[in-house]
Every structure is written in structure tokens, then in C-alpha cells.
């Protein structure tokens, strides 16, 4: 009983809950772009305005894709940053780098992929809501024929209905556990392109952003007045552009909001530093605009787009209850990881005392005594003098070596002088182990990042070695804009403890960096130890 219920404790389920409405407001936005641009782009193929709207395509897709990949990294926890815009020279050529740009037919994949699969566990879980609040709202609908077309009109009739939504939507929370491995996947899979390999820096990640929003607006406007002047110079009756009007102008709107949150740091202050919230806020307040401006055109009537705006404006809710409490629940973790970081640094410094005063100390104190000694016997023994002060030479050597391993587990040098990638395969080099090394860290991060990812490294091949055993350890460490990813993966026997001494102290130093450990080790191997790493300036 307790693990069927446990996914309504989890806040991943709501997460994941959150992720398929904004999955399905985005893919459905991105849906109506592709279906509206490929007939126009295909018409206008034999033109030279075929280019500036397969660059506006691509910006317009770029920006979706950006935009799905910010909820999933927000959600979800995945490391994606799709790229806007394709490369190319030239007035022909950037057209056909449009074309030849894998990642934009990826992105597009995602974009017509992720709504319909968003819908199937946001249609289990709506149904079984509205099976379980059937003894609630019964007595207001008229004869009560809305489920499988059965006249409910008692209290005890709907009771059995409610048991069977009650499960439906054990069954749905569960589902979205699946749901969301499978949207991590997808993620990475089609929303990771060859562009993230070049790294940008903040500023160029907003100029290139607001220049695929310059690009798409430029080019709809001008789709848009053609397709006036060509109603205009023609029939002149039924105003027909209006219906290619309305989802550019989705597709645009849907663009400005993501472009506007990102790019100007006082929107998301609005809702309190989430810019997710706000684009979901942003592009809800646009699906409602569309949705009146279909109503509008079809002839008015009866106003159905107050059910959309209720669905809307209850997503969007629940997503600001969860902002709110993931920051309350933020504070808290920073408030308990400063905390570790003070205990890590206490024993560090402990350690430090203990290993001096059992080593280099009680060393220097024996080489003091060997020179008294030997400056007693010089003049009437010198053959003992001579062994005394080749005995506290050998000393001297075991203090100096002990002072330099003491010094090497403070903070190496090398990793100071020549940064992460040399310290890692010094540290891997002494390794008895096999190591396959990757480093791709085209910036070096802050020094207090860099000295965590070396200890995470050193802490992990250190116990894969001393209780694992393996034949193989394999080390990434790959710097994604601002976040740092460290990777240790060994095919031991598994096992690992995280809430062993050392995983605990590796664990506190990475949240003292408000990052995230995770540590994956079944029994029988393989085991993974992954740090994230905040390194942006």
C-alpha cells in the first residue's frame, strides 16, 4: 500500500504533472507553426522568399525547442540546451544550412512527438479526477449521462464510479513516473545538438536568441501582408488570411514570451525569480488570446473559451504552489548544506591536526633529537654521530614526503597551476586501475568548483578501488554552459552506500555549491557517481 501511494508524496510526480501541461501547451503551439510554415515554405519554394522563411522556421522552431528544453532542465533535471539558429553564409547558403541542420528535423521530431505523449497521462489523470469528484458535482449536470452514458442520480451510485476513478488515478500517477524517463530521454535525445559542444557566453545566448525573434517576427509580418494583398487584389469577401493569421501569430506570441522571460532578467523578479512560471504564465495568457480570437472568427455565440482559461489558470497555479514550495524547500537544503559544509570542514581540519601531530610532528621531534644527540657524540664518538645524522637526513626526507601528501589532500597545486583536466589525470595516473579519462571544460570554472570536481573524483576512484574492485573505472567531466558535470562509472560489484562517511562529506561539499550527487550503485555493478555543478559567472 505504501508504494502505490507513494508517488503523491513525491514531488517528481508533481513535476512531472507540470512538465506534460507545459509539454502540451508548447507542443501544440510548435505543432501549428510546423503545420502552417511547411505548405507556406513549399509554395514559396521556386522563390527567393523561400530563404528568409526557412530562417524564420528555424528561428521559430529554435525557440520552442529552447523553451522545452528550460522546463525540462526545470522539471525534470536534464542538462539539454537546444540551439536557436542554424549556420551558413551567404543569402543561399543559410537556407541551406536550414535544411542540412540536423538539429532543427530533431527538434521539430520533438515538437510534434511531446503533445500527443504530454496528453495521455494528462487525460488518465483528468478522467480520474472527474470520476473521484463525481459525489461532488452529480446533482448539477442534467441527468447525470456524462459517464459511459449512465444516468447517475443517487449519492450511492456515483460511489462505485468514484472507486474506480480513485484507482485510475493511482494508475495515472504511477504512469507519470514512466512518462517523465521517457520525456528525459526524448530530451536528450532530440533537443542536444552538435551546437552545444561551442560554448556561448551569456550575452551571446541573448543576442542570439532576440535575433531569431527579430528573424521570425520580420518574416510572419511579411508572410502575413502578402497574404492580404493577395486577398485584397482578388476576391475581397470572406476575409480567408485570417486563418493563417491566427496561428503565426500563436507561434509568435508563444516565441516573444520565451524570448522576453529569458532575455530580461526583471520578468521572471515578477514571479519570484522562476522563469518557468513566468513563461507558463506568458504563454497561457496567449493560448487564451488565440483561443478568443478563434471564437471571435467563428461567429461568436456561446463564449467556450472560459473552459480553456480555467484549465489554463488552474495549471498555472498549481505550478506556483510548487515554485514556492521547491524554494521553501531550497532554503532549507542551503540551511542544512552550509551546515555539512561546516561539519566537512571541521573534520577536515581535525584530520589535518591529527595527521601533523602523529606525523610530520613526532618526525621532526625524533630528527631534533637525533641532531642533539649527534652533536653530543661528534667530538667522542664521530662514527655514531656520523649514523645519528644520516638518521635524521632519512627523517627529514619521510617528514617532507608526509608534509607534501598531507598538502596534496588539502588542495594539489597542480590543479591551481594547470587547472581540472591536468590534477584528474595526475590523481588517475597513481590509479592501479585502468582509467578511461574525458575531460571537455573549454572554461575553467571558479577555484571552489574546480577543487570539489577533483575531490569528487579522487573520493570515488579512491572507494571504487578499496571496496568495489572493478577492471575498469571510466571519468567524464564535461562543462555545459553553467554547469559542471562530473562523472565516475566503474563495473565493480556495486553496492555503494551514500550515506557512507565519505559519499555523505562528498555529498555536503557539493550542496555547500548548491549542486547535486547522485549515486547509483545496485548491487552487482555497475556503479555511478554523478556531481551538477553550478560554474556560471
Sequence with gaps: MTRLLRPFVNPDTYRALLFCGAALGLGVAGFTLVLAAWPITLVLAITPLVVPILIAFRAAVGGLAYAQAAVARYLLGTTTHPPVLASGTGFWGRGFGVLKDGTFWKQQAHLLVSWPLALVPLSVVSFALQLLTLPIWYRWVDGADVIWNSNVDTFGETLPIAAIGLALLVFGVHLLGWFASVFRRLASTLLTGEAEARLQSPAEVKATLIRGFRINAGVSAGISLLLVLIWGVTTQGYFWPVWALLPLGLALGIHACVVLVLTHPGVPRLTGGSQPLAAHI????????????????????????????????????????????????????????????????????????????????????????????????????????????????????????????????????????????????????????????????????????????????????????????????????????????????????????????????????????????????????????????????
Design 282 to 537: 506568458g504563454i497561457s495568457a496567449v493560448l487564451f488570446c488565440f483561443f478568443c480570437c478563434l471564437w471571435l472568427v467563428s461567429g461568436e455565440g456561446y463564449f467556450w473559451p472560459v473552459w480553456p482559461l480555467l484549465g489554463l489558470a488552474i495549471m498555472v497555479l498549481i505550478h506556483a504552489a510548487a515554485v514556492f514550495k521547491h524554494r521553501e524547500e531550497r532554503i532549507d537544503e542551503l540551511e542544512i548544506s552550509r551546515a555539512g559544509a561546516v561539519d566537512v570542514q571541521e573534520t577536515e581540519l581535525r584530520r589535518i591536526e591529527r595527521d601533523l601531530h602523529d606525523g610530520a610532528q613526532a618526525r621532526l621531534v625524533a630528527l631534533g633529537m637525533s641532531l642533539g644527540m649527534a652533536e653530543q657524540k661528534l667530538k667522542t664518538d664521530p662514527e655514531a654521530a656520523g649514523a645519528l645524522l644520516a638518521e635524521a637526513r632519512r627523517g627529514a626526507g619521510e617528514a617532507l614526503e608526509e608534509l607534501r601528501v598531507l598538502a596534496r589532500g588539502i588542495h594539489p597545486p597542480i590543479l591551481t597551476d594547470r587547472g581540472l583536466e591536468a590534477a584528474v589525470t595526475a590523481l588517475t595516473a597513481r590509479s592501479p586501475v585502468p582509467v578511461e579519462l574525458s575531460v571537455e571544460v573549454a572554461r575553467r570554472p571558479q577555484p571552489a568548483v574546480e577543487t570539489a570536481a577533483y575531490f569528487v573524483v579522487a573520493e570515488a576512484v579512491a572507494n571504487a578501488i578499496k571496496y568495489a574492485h572493478p577492471t575498469r573505472l571510466d571519468i567524464r567531466i564535461r562543462r555545459l554552459r553553467d554547469t559542471l558535470t562530473v562523472e565516475v562509472e566503474d563495473d565493480g560489484s556495486g553496492g555503494a552506500d551514500p550515506g557512507g562517511e565519505g559519499l555523505k562529506g562528498l555529498t555536503q561539499r557539493v550542496q555547500a555549491l548548491d549542486g547535486r550527487l547522485n549515486v547509483t550503485s545496485p548491487a552487482g555493478g555497475p556503479t555511478t557517481v554523478r556531481a551538477l555543478l553550478p560554474c556560471g559567472s
